[in-house]
């Protein structure tokens, strides 16, 4: 089993910065890719932000230069750092991980509150 432990939301104004952190424990050597998703009421769960154990990273299109993820394996810990807030950001932020063995695993946290006001 893995652990996921967000941190870092909050309320800031348009075209501010946030940085969330995640941080794994449990059963993290297997861990292949962590990530960032977020649900806005009324929508469904949207990937933000991805890494792999490589260090390959994507983006939903909205987000590109914009947001940047990174992942420090030391650690154990993924980080997404938000910069140029809209408020089409608002939303509630879940990190993922995931592990391939014959079929995907995912894992996730408890999510954390992002709100950007006009």
């Known amino acids: 089993q893995v652990q996921l432990v967000e941190s870092g939301g909050g309320l800031v104004q348009a075209g501010g910065s946030l940085r969330l952190s995640c941080a794994a424990s449990?059963?993290?050597?297997?861990?292949?890719?962590m990530g960032w998703y977020r649900q806005a009421p009324g929508t469904r769960r949207e990937l933000v932000a991805a890494?792999?154990?490589?260090?390959?990273?994507k983006y939903v299109d909205s987000v590109k230069g914009r947001f940047t993820i990174s992942r420090d394996n030391a650690k154990n810990t993924v980080y997404l750092q938000m910069t140029g807030l809209r408020p089409e950001d608002t939303a509630v932020y879940y990190c993922n991980a995931y592990k391939m063995s014959g079929r995907r695993s995912d894992y996730w946290g408890q999510g954390t509150q992002v709100t950007v006001s006009s």
């Open positions: 449990g059963s993290v050597s297997s861990i292949n890719g």
């Open positions: 890494v792999s154990s490589g260090g390959s990273t």
